[in-house]
């Protein structure tokens, strides 16, 4: 049960917006790609979900090449993905919407139990089944997100963004929230901007840079990385004397060079 | 608490047999009143606009299938209902009357004698429609928005301008006549039955909530592993079949019919009776449907000869059209998901509102 990308590219006629990305998924992990707007992290979800046709490279899940599959297939094969910036259906209710979720399985008992999970790690959507999620606070539209994601009973998990416009308190929950679905035997992919609390909560972390993977590492370690700091966690570089490595890499601009942080998480 | 969280989930809403028993009670009194005055009104001219009602119940159904659960703006309906009433008539009409009003050119084999009962006939202009509309829809429905509403329309007039130009098959420009007049109360109200059970039914389904989905939001429909393409052409299929099958009951009712009747107008009066009850909703169409029907009919009086205080015109014909316009303009302006929107009436929703009313008494007596 491991994704594995290799040399993916995708491009939107013509514009190449992902020049070769490596990354690997594995099984029961929490994985993050970080990343500034416009780096790819999206593009590579929707061509990991099928919502894209990639140029070239592989896609692997489970041994079995997935590349290219409409959407529904890899939905069957358990990788589902939460759209970036929620996407609930607004007119339909809560429960609709979490039904919508489980639209591929046909095992009621299974559905049944399913949903029971959903409101269980939900209270708040519980308390709200018949209400139109259109009507529902932007945490709570996220969570009904991940709770119609999960009702297609995925094994892979990924995340666009969860925590996108949410306050700080409910984007603690949804972060809490990733935690308990990962302990509950679910693989996640998170794609973030919030690189604090996603790397964090991740093992292993990328980081996204134009189209191509610039970095790589543990989670903890890629937190304590200068240029990430510098990048994404809004240090100063006077504040922290950067390293002569790090500080090259960045005025040089290259893209596509990849080096491997070599810092243990604890 | 969690218990009452999970309650929802096996959908065992109070009420289910009450509302099941109320709408058996209101389909069988809706017979009888339809029984009744079949006898009891000798005024044909009402009988005939009550069979419309119907006709259109199942044209505003079909129509709102694509428009309104599926959100996908189609104004292909004149054409396909058009193959279903062309459909119907050269299946139903005796081979004499055939061979009677193919004058120019004589119909082709082996239509020209043959005849089938009412049903298949209405049946197989269904099916036709239905097809058509999976050839028209291979191209359209990769289109978006306003784009496929154009393509759609194109296409439609296409499928007029094909029917006057075969003369051999259509009899062109003359049109077809002498249609058996099965469009009986029966058949007219069995068929609007039928469609709104099935709608309901589909709507209802996890096939139909996929439909919804695709409405609310294609790209996380799509994510959730609802393919778009098939999904949208089934429902345009089906859309097709239904209004072929109201275009088949359309040309029984009318006794004669021409390309002229199918153009982009007869789109417009259906989509306005599916605007006004509400997109994605049946109850909002089947009340629309008798509103519109007999309010087109009952505002007649505008096109004759008027007196409004000292202003006595002789009678503007389209005056009625006029009027009605501006209604739906004020429907459109005030009531934007018209009567409905996407919800449907339902005898617990009526129930509220009886009791919200009746609230609203106590209070003006409290004060």
């Known amino acids: 049960m491991k994704l594995e990308i290799k040399d993916l590219r995708v491009s939107y006629g013509g514009i190449r917006a992902l020049k070769g990305v490596n990354l690997t998924v594995d099984e029961g992990s929490i994985v993050t790609l970080i990343g500034a707007n416009g780096a790819g992290k999206s593009t590579t979800l929707r061509a990991i979900s099928g919502l894209l046709k990639p140029d070239a490279g592989q896609i692997t899940y489970n041994g079995e090449s997935i590349a290219g599959f409409p959407a529904k297939e890899i939905v069957k094969r358990g990788v589902v993905m939460v759209p970036e910036g929620r996407r609930v259906f607004p007119d339909m209710t809560v429960r609709e919407n979490l039904l919508i979720g489980a639209y591929l399985r046909s095992d009621r008992a299974g559905i049944d139990q399913d949903l029971k999970y959903v409101m269980e790690l939900f209270p708040r959507l519980s308390e709200r089944t018949w209400q139109l999620a259109g009507t529902l606070s932007g945490g709570e539209q996220q969570m009904l997100a991940v709770g119609r994601a999960l009702m297609a009973k995925p094994k892979l998990l990924m995340m666009d963004e969860p925590s996108l416009g949410l306050a700080p308190l409910v984007v603690k929950d949804i972060f809490s929230i990733i935690r308990r679905v990962n302990q509950d035997g679910i693989t996640v992919l998170l794609i973030e901007q919030n690189a604090n609390a996603s790397l964090r909560v991740a093992d292993y972390g990328y980081v996204l840079e134009t189209g191509s993977i610039v970095l790589e590492g543990q989670g903890r370690a890629l937190l304590e990385n200068h240029s990430i700091q510098e990048a994404y966690l809004g240090h100063r570089k006077s504040a922290i004397p950067a390293s002569g490595k790090a500080s090259s890499e960045e005025t040089s601009g290259k893209h596509g060079r990849k080096y491997e942080v070599s810092m243990n998480s604890d | ?367």
């Open chain 2, 1 to 367: 608490m969690a218990k009452t969280a999970v309650q929802p989930i096996n959908e065992s809403r109070p009420g289910k047999v009450v509302s099941v028993t109320l709408t058996t009670i209101l389909l069988a009194a809706l017979a009888l009143l339809l029984w009744w005055m079949q006898s009891a009104i000798s005024d044909v001219y009402i009988l005939k606009i009550t069979r419309l009602c119907a006709i259109n119940i199942t044209l505003a159904l079909a129509m709102n299938l694509i428009n309104g659960f599926t959100g996908i703006f189609s104004l292909g309906h004149a054409g396909f209902m058009a193959v279903g009433a062309y459909t119907t008539a050269l299946l139903t009409i005796p081979a004499k009357s055939k061979e009677m009003m193919f004058m120019i050119a004589p119909l082709i084999k082996p239509l020209d004698t043959l005849t089938l009962p009412f049903p298949v006939a209405l049946a197989a202009g269904g099916l036709l429609s239905a097809l058509f509309a999976y050839l028209i829809g291979m191209p359209c429905l990769r289109l978006r928005g306003d784009y496929l509403a154009i393509a759609t329309l194109g296409f439609s007039e296409i499928i007029r301008v094909l029917i006057m130009n075969a003369q051999r098959l259509t009899n062109g420009a003359m049109g077809l006549r002498s249609i058996p007049a099965n469009a009986t109360m029966a058949w007219t109200y069995g068929v609007a039955l039928i469609t709104i059970a099935f709608m309901a039914l589909l709507t209802s389904s996890s096939y139909g909530r996929a439909l919804k989905a695709i409405r609310e939001d294609e790209i996380a429909a799509e994510s959730m592993g609802v393919s778009l393409f098939s999904h949208k052409m089934m429902s345009f299929m089906i859309s097709a079949f239904f209004a072929g099958v109201g275009g088949g009951l359309l040309a029984a009712y009318n006794g004669t019919i021409g390309q002229d009747m199918f153009r982009v107008s007869m789109t417009y009066n259906i989509l306005m009776i599916v605007v006004m009850g509400g997109m994605g909703s049946i109850s909002g169409s089947v009340i629309s449907a008798f509103v519109v029907t007999i309010g087109q009919e009952w505002l007649r009086f505008l096109d004759g000869p008027l007196t409004i205080g000292s202003i006595h015109t002789d009678g503007v014909v389209g005056l009625r059209m006029v009027v009605f316009a501006a209604l739906l303009l004020i429907i459109i302006v005030f009531f934007r998901n018209g009567l409905f929107g996407t919800n449907e009436a339902t005898w617990s929703g009526l129930w509220r509102s009886i009791g919200r009313m009746s609230g609203h008494k106590k209070r003006g007596e409290a004060a």
